[in-house]
């Protein structure tokens, strides 16, 4: 299975700043995912990463908001940009690793705790 | 027994007990199914997963049962752990998307 890894595990910022985060995987992977997790909550999908192009951003999630990177096929960045307290959460790097058995399957990483100020 | 917390339905079990965690998917055109555990601080981990094409699957103490004509999958956990004690949620995909629509999540107490 691919290893997921994410910069920094978590942060405590301040209303209005811009935290970006890491996520590096170890091997070459098709597709990356981000996701927000609210505290107590299920997981949600904010954006696809494409490599090479712009994200795909579902519905409630901008770009201005959060922009993210995709610059080679194991490394992404998520930028959560002008900080307020209801952007306190975890976020989730995943990918859908080529060489998975598994139809779809999805590895993640080990999240970002962010707290809002 | 299950009961509603604050944000997640809870089931308390006894360690050695088996536990049966429910869900219902919301999309009738999804065709693949996985359990993920989360423990507390740590991202969601692989269990299990199903096709649509299936209705069991067994794995090492797991079994994911689907019943499509409903929308409901369970995962059965045998002989509970304390090392079972996590946040268990489903999650649904297919179609022409490869995106994950998680469940709500359950959080699974083992009692020693």
């Known amino acids: 299975s691919a290893v997921i890894s994410q910069k920094p595990s978590r942060d405590i910022c301040q209303r209005g700043t811009s935290l970006t985060i890491q996520c590096q995987v170890d091997s070459q992977v098709t597709m990356m995912f981000w996701y927000r997790q609210q505290p107590g909550q299920s997981l949600t999908l904010i954006a696809t990463?494409?490599?090479?192009?712009?994200?795909?951003?579902e519905s409630g999630f901008v770009i201005d908001k959060f922009p993210i990177s995709r610059p080679n096929l194991t490394f992404s960045t998520l930028t959560v940009s002008n900080m307020s307290p209801e952007d306190s959460s975890i976020y989730l790097c995943s990918v859908e690793w080529a060489g998975s058995a598994s139809y779809n399957e999805q590895f993640f990483g080990p999240g970002t705790r962010l707290t809002v100020l | 027994g299950e009961s509603v917390g604050l944000h997640l339905p809870t089931l308390s079990v006894q360690e050695g007990d088996n536990s049966i965690i429910n869900c219902a998917y919301s999309?009738?055109?999804?065709?693949?199914f996985i359990w993920y555990k989360q423990e507390s601080g740590k991202g969601p981990q692989f269990i299990i997963d199903?096709?649509?094409?299936?209705d069991k699957r067994q794995g090492q103490r797991v079994t994911v049962l689907l019943n499509k004509t409903v929308k409901h999958l369970s995962l059965q956990i045998a002989a509970t752990q304390p090392g079972d004690s996590a946040v268990y949620f489903c999650?649904?995909?297919?179609?022409?998307?490869?995106?994950?629509?998680f469940g709500t999540g359950t959080l699974l107490a083992v009692q020693p």
């Open positions: 999309n009738s055109a999804s065709d693949y």
């Open positions: 990463a494409n490599q090479g192009s712009e994200a795909t951003y």
């Open positions: 999650a649904e995909t297919g179609g022409a998307t490869n995106k994950l629509i």
């Open positions: 199903i096709r649509s094409n299936m």
